[in-house]
């Protein structure tokens, strides 16, 4: 190893936190013998949403809510059908639950001793062991901040006997949740989170909630009773129940129009949540029937509405999702050692004793008080024959009562036990983040040392005073009596709190248990005359019995007793010498045979003892296995059935991956790599040569189709199935880890070897200084000025701003995120998405993120290659793009609310900047295809933008709501045959008619992106004279007579449709004209930067792209015995692309922020170079690393399809970057033309 070599020690990361796309159920009901408590109920939430199920009591929500989460309902008494699943086709299981999920009960379960931070802080020791201490911190005060709770952070959660009151009851509630989601969990399950509150509690606890699920990609589902209009608008969507039918599911600002729709209106000044219980609760109406068939009647009104179809259709078409996707939330698939656990568990416990007064603290005074009771009462008996009942009734009278008092302790072990049920395995499914055995080792060390404590101290009080035996030895031996007494009792406590959780419940038996002990013990009844029943059943393990036998005979066998000058009450061998051996009163009591060491053998195997059965009742870690009584029945085959599949002709051709069987009958004609190897394979675990030649797009792509069941009902990733009771109360399914590579131990072992930290999201405060210059003019120097291209002469002054000393105002730092997101393989995404510090991102920009990348791996990435090959792609994509808000945002201006309704899920207009637009794009081209990317944003992101800024405004107002929303299309038409590069001698015509009204448009463009698709053509046409003063821009519609379109061949970009578009005295009004007759120029010149930014962007996502791809396969395909990562060749390979493309991204990421800072003409003049340097530097790393990575994969990149697919077409698609949008030579050229302008202006002299 060099000293440039740096060995980093982890754990493994599986982690992919961005891949829980959604949660979908389908037709689900449940029914006990006796009543169908839910019918067909059906929803869908995709990621970042936040859902709340509504409905009466006794609606079903909580039933429903506990099925989803997949809780038990009464074991096999009951029946539950539908579908349940997450990410479109995984099935929700048990085990998939506890693997993203949690779920968060009605009552808190917090130590009223801790403070808000230590909760969180001990909640994220144990759920995220592997986390650095400086990172769990980080996670902490996140969390504290994002749920409000900074100022309450060193506050105790408060306990009824605590001395100062604690924390608010809306504030556990944040606590209780946020100890919750401390492990990020994709799925939240929430039982009824207000309940108890009052409004603004409640609107805090779920606003909260809701930024969080927009923040981290989560899926939020709450059972909620009855909120307030403000804390019910903050909810995404909502499903409403009634007598266990569905009513209503869909989005909460669509609910008014729905019951108007179904003649249920919302009243004036009811609110809407109010209303919608309002019509569904029957439970007063008093006719039983007339109640069921108004439910009837609203449930049909649900069942044959359009929103219904909609649902049903979105949740049975076939979805491209598969098992690959689904998420392992950070920290669950880390479990902590055993050790970790105790330790992590004492030392809570040690808090807690410490500071609960009902733990140890109460116990102590009551036991103080005792030995002085016992003290005073047996006050300084003397070594007398008439002590000898007295001694023998204080030994007792302190055994029996001490062990009886234990019952104090119960409040406490019931709190550890609650605990125990949200974060371990305790009753109701909890974390299972640990189970009985820590639970009862960290308490049983806590409690050694307490109690050890308490009597020594009643020892040393009480001992003296009484007059027991006065030597140091018995004193010892009677503490360490008491001690087996105490630890005895107290593990009695455990156990019976363990049976009964309930505190008069543990408190009534262990009285009762206590009282028998006493009763049986041989000091009320001697043994002798004790009934059988009694003396061979209880008497053996009294463990009070031991305990008293053990103190008589450390008082009495080694001691004398003066007969006091009388007669000796006992015949003794000493009664000559007018004494009692002690013995004798032993002997003669029954209790001469006590064998000191074997009885402390007995008591300690009777502790042992009581811990075991304790251990043994709780329930056990289930290492995640499901905690359902129902499951999916998914086909399973054995592996002989499916090896008597090899023949296609016959019994048919049938294949394993992963445990999953796959039908290739059909397909095997159609398989890229031909028949042959598939009849290789035929009917054998073929994964390992599956993941040899594929990779997990293809498995994406084809499962939905080829996926007919699982092996032996082991873990399967089938598209969903029905759900039935199981037998045996255990599923026989369970989530399929990742196939291939992320999921075997192996490769998490070479991630390890990557990064130290699991995937995990944790915010920091980092400074973002902002400065209030940019526009300030540079005292005494020239202006600026010019077009930003070749051979323009200035059209626009302009006073540059100042350099240097300009004043800056700060401005309070903001918060940025840190989050891994991704996979985590080095440089394949950019820094910010590997936990990097940037004082660009926000948290909107993270969840806008993560909702673009759930939709491209869901909705984009497993149909490129087809599309591509179709040369063209289905318009819906475009369509949606518009629908969700991203297309509204991706003009290089500020988000244009004026013109649309259309709103991003995860950024409000207000937020909206530049950055967004970057993670948009960079996240879209993700999918490896510069033609998709184009199809999307190509012709629009150009063509568009002129008529935003500079188009009539009744044009405008005409047609942009319906282009920002995706159902029209635009496209940008400059270049013509013979004017590329020089864009001022285009030669289109537009001639003005006699009346002035409009322009009759001829000419010829070529190579347009979209012009095929496109409702709208912003054309570059010459109205005046020669160059670029006679230049005018005009909107031409798709509809006018005489425009026509062909699609060219090209060499890539195949998806986008390259046009040819002809204009043929083509009328187009004046209104149409974009900005003033004769400056078109200008016009272009400014969406130039706009459009460059765009193609960088993809260009730099591109090139990681082939990276990303090639370092993949370099870590799978071996050549001369060595993995082709391991040849320092290929790895300087990698180094050379890596180095580029990270520095192209922080150079972009740098001029991003300038244009975020400067107005859009002086962005266009002082980052017009720099803008041009950037989009040539992009393409060449484009092509540098679409070249390297197609020499990494070899052949497979020549082909078309399977592994190499995505650099085989990237490669193809370099020259469609490096060269429109100003050509790499122009864009050279004009970076240093520019610089030197601006650098002039600013008073640089050359
Ligand atoms: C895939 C694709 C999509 C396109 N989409 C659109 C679109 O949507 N709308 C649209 O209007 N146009 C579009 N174009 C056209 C594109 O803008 C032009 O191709 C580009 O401006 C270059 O013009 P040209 O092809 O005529 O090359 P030319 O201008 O003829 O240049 C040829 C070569 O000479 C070099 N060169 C030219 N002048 C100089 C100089 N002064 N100094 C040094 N070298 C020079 C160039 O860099 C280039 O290498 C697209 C092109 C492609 C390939």
């Given at each position: 190893m060099t000293s440039l070599d740096i060995d980093i020690e982890a754990k493994p990361l599986t982690t992919?936190?961005?891949?829980?796309s959604s949660l979908s159920w389908h037709n689900i009901s449940f029914s006990t013998p006796t009543k169908q408590?839910?019918?067909s109920i059906s929803a869908h939430v995709p990621r970042g949403e936040i859902l709340a199920i509504l409905?009466?009591?006794?609606?079903?929500k909580t039933t429903l809510l506990n099925i989803l989460a997949q809780r038990?309902?009464?074991?096999?008494?009951t029946t539950i059908g539908g579908d349940m699943w997450v990410n479109g086709g995984v099935r929700l299981t048990g085990e998939v639950v506890r693997e993203v999920g949690t779920y968060v009960e009605q009552e808190d379960a917090l130590?009223?001793?801790?403070?808000v931070r230590e909760t969180l802080e001990f909640a994220a020791r144990l759920a995220l062991p592997d986390l650095s201490r400086a990172l769990r911190a980080e996670r902490v005060t996140t969390l504290l901040r994002a749920f409000g709770l900074t100022e309450q952070a060193d506050t105790q959660i408060g306990?009824?006997?605590?001395?100062r009151k604690g924390i608010s009851g809306g504030q556990k509630r944040r606590v209780s949740v946020a100890c919750q989601i401390i492990s990020m969990p994709r799925l939240v399950f929430l039982?009824?989170?207000?309940?108890?509150?009052?409004s603004a509690a409640s609107r805090e606890v779920i606003s909260h909630l809701q930024s969080f699920a927009r923040a981290h990609g989560m899926i939020i589902v709450c059972s909620i009773h009855q909120p307030s209009s403000a804390t019910f608008g903050l909810f995404d969507k909502t499903l409403l129940l009634s007598r266990g039918k569905q009513i209503y599911f869909g989005r909460v600002g669509e609910v008014e129009e729905y019951f108007h729709r179904i003649g249920k209106p919302v009243g004036k000044g009811v609110g809407i949540a109010d209303h919608m219980l309002d019509v569904t609760n029957?439970?007063?109406?008093?006719d039983e029937e007339e109640g069921n068939r108004h439910v009837e009647e609203m449930a049909n009104a649900w069942s044959s509405s359009p929103e219904a179809s909609t649902l049903e259709h979105l949740l049975t078409a076939p979805s491209?999702?598969?098992?690959?996707?689904?998420?392992?939330?950070?920290?669950?698939?880390h479990h902590s050692t055993f050790w970790h656990q105790i330790l992590t568990l004492t030392h809570r416990t040690l808090l807690k004793s410490y500071?609960?007064?009902?733990?140890?603290t109460i116990r102590f005074f009551m036991y103080l008080a005792l030995a002085l009771l016992m003290g005073t009462t047996f006050?300084?008996?003397?070594?007398?024959q008439s002590s000898l009942q007295s001694l023998t009734n204080a030994i007792f009278f302190g055994g029996a009562f001490m062990s009886f008092m234990q019952v104090a302790a119960i409040p406490s072990v019931l709190e550890d036990l609650v605990m125990w049920g949200r974060e371990g395995t305790?009753?109701?499914?909890?974390?299972?983040?640990?189970?009985p055995g820590a639970l009862l080792v960290s308490g049983g060390v806590v409690g050694v040392g307490f109690l050890g404590g308490i009597v020594v101290v009643v020892g040393v009080v009480s001992y003296w005073m009484i007059g027991f035996q006065p030597t140091a030895v018995g004193f010892w031996k009677y503490v360490m009596w008491l001690f087996l007494d105490l630890y005895a009792a107290e593990s009695l406590v455990v156990l019976i709190s363990a049976i009964i959780p309930i505190f008069v419940g543990a408190l009534t038996i262990t009285a009762f248990v206590n009282g028998l002990f006493m009763a049986v013990?041989?000091?009320?009844?001697?043994p002798n005359q004790l009934n059988v029943f009694w003396r061979y059943t209880f008497r053996y393990i009294d463990y009070q019995r031991y305990v008293f036998e053990g103190m008589m005979k450390n008082e009495f066998a080694n001691r004398r007793y003066s007969c006091e000058g009388q007669r000796c009450i006992y015949d003794n061998p000493l009664a000559g010498e007018g004494y009692i051996s002690g013995q004798t009163f032993l002997d003669q009591n029954g209790?001469?045979?006590?064998?000191e060491g074997k009885w402390v053998a007995v008591l300690l195997g009777i502790i042992l003892g009581m811990k075991l059965l304790t251990w043994s009742i709780h329930p056990q870690p289930?290492?995640?296995?499901?905690?359902?009584h129902f499951t999916m029945a998914p086909k399973t085959f054995t592996k002989d059935e499916v090896a008597s599949h090899k023949d296609p002709s016959g019994s048919g051709l049938w294949i394993i991956v992963d445990n999953e069987v796959y039908d290739l009958t059909k397909f095997a004609d159609e398989h890229p790599g031909g028949k042959k190897i598939l009849l290789r394979n035929?009917?054998?675990?073929a994964s390992k040569p599956f993941w040899k030649y594929h990779n997990q797009a293809i498995l994406n792509k084809y499962k939905a189709k080829l996926h007919i069941g699982s092996v032996g009902g082991g873990a399967s990733s089938a598209t969903p199935n029905t759900i039935v009771q199981s037998k045996t109360g255990t599923s026989t399914g369970g989530a399929n880890p990742a196939p291939g590579k992320a999921a075997s131990s192996k490769d998490s072992a070479e991630v390890a070897k990557i990064a130290k930290v699991p995937g995990a999201a944790q915010s920091v405060t980092s400074s973002s200084p902002k400065t209030s210059?940019?526009?300030?003019p540079a005292p005494g120097k020239g202006t600026l000025s010019g077009s930003?291209?070749?051979?323009?002469?200035?059209a626009t002054s302009y006073a540059a701003p100042m350099p240097s000393g300009s004043k800056s105002t700060p401005v309070q730092d903001d918060e940025a995120e840190i989050q891994y997101f991704g996979?985590?393989?080095?440089?394949?995404?950019?820094s910010w998405y590997q936990g990097w510090h940037s004082p660009y991102y926000k948290p909107h920009h993270h969840a806008l993120r993560a909702e673009i990348r759930e939709f491209v791996e869901t909705e984009i990435e497993p149909f490129v290659h087809e599309w591509d090959e179709a040369k063209g792609m289905p318009n819906t994509i475009y369509e949606k793009m518009g629908q969700r808000g991203w297309l509204a945002g991706?003009?290089?201006?500020?988000?244009?609310?004026k013109y649309t309704d259309v709103r991003c899920k995860s950024v409000p207009p207000e937020k909206w900047d530049h950055f967004c637009e970057l993670v948009i794009t960079d996240e879209l081209s993700r999918c490896g295809s510069g033609g998709v990317v184009w199809n999307l944003l190509g012709g629009y992101g150009i063509g568009c933008p002129p008529v935003l800024k500079f188009g009539n405004e009744e044009v405008k107002k005409r047609i942009l709501p319906d282009v920002l929303s995706g159902k029209k299309r635009f496209c940008l038409c400059i270049t013509e045959p013979d004017a590329g590069s020089d864009v001022?001698?285009?030669?289109?015509s537009a001639k003005k008619t006699a009346d002035g009204k409009h322009y009759i448009v001829n000419g010829e463009k070529k190579w347009i992106t979209n012009g095929l698709l496109s409702d709208y053509f912003t054309v570059a046409v010459?109205?005046?004279?020669?160059?670029?003063?006679g230049i005018s821009l005009l909107l031409i519609e798709?509809?006018?007579?005489g425009v026509t379109t062909r699609q060219m061949k090209c060499?890539?970009?195949?998806?986008?449709?390259t046009t040819y578009v002809e204009f043929d005295d083509v009328k187009v009004p004046?209104?149409?004209?974009?900005?003033?007759e004769n400056k078109g120029f200008k016009v272009i010149m400014t969406n130039f930067n706009h459009e460059r930014i765009g193609i960088i962007i993809q260009a730099n996502r591109f090139a990681r792209v082939c990276y990303e791809e090639a370092f993949k396969y370099a870590q799978k395909r071996k050549t001369f015995g060595k993995?082709?990562?391991?040849?320092p060749v290929i790895r300087d390979k990698f180094a050379n692309m890596a180095r580029q493309i990270e520095a192209t991204h922080a150079n972009l990421e740098l001029v991003i922020y300038q244009m975020e800072k400067m107005g859009d003409v002086e962005a266009m003049l002082r980052l017009g170079g720099a803008v041009a340097g950037l989009k040539a530097q992009s393409t060449k790393v484009f092509e540098l690393c679409a070249r390297e990575a197609s020499q990494v994969f070899g052949g497979l990149s020549y082909s078309?399809?399977?592994?190499g697919d995505k650099v085989e077409r990237l490669y193809r698609d370099v020259r469609a970057y490096a060269i429109p949008g100003g050509s790499e030579e122009i864009m050279q050229d004009l970076m240093m033309r520019q610089g030197m302008k601006v650098a002039q202006a600013l008073g640089a002299k050359f």
């Open positions: 992919t936190i961005h891949a829980l408590i839910l019918t409905g009466s009591s006794g609606s079903g038990n309902q009464n074991g096999g008494k130590l009223g001793s801790l403070t306990t009824a006997l605590a001395r039982d009824e989170p207000t309940s108890g509150l009052d029957v439970d007063f109406w008093g491209p999702a598969s098992a690959s996707h689904l998420p392992r939330s950070s920290s669950r698939n500071r609960d007064p009902l733990a140890y006050l300084r008996l003397p070594a007398t305790g009753r109701g499914g909890g974390e299972g983040l640990y189970g013990g041989g000091f009320l009844v001697s209790y001469g045979n006590v064998n289930r290492a995640y296995t499901p905690n359902n035929a009917g054998t675990d210059s940019a526009k300030a930003g291209e070749v051979g323009v002469t200035p996979d985590m393989n080095p440089y394949a995404d950019p991706c003009l290089g201006v500020k988000y244009p609310t001022a001698n285009l030669v289109t010459r109205t005046g004279g020669p160059g670029m003063n798709k509809t006018m007579p060499q890539g970009v195949w998806a986008s449709g004046v209104e149409n004209l974009i900005g003033k993995k082709l990562i391991e040849h078309r399809g399977g592994q």
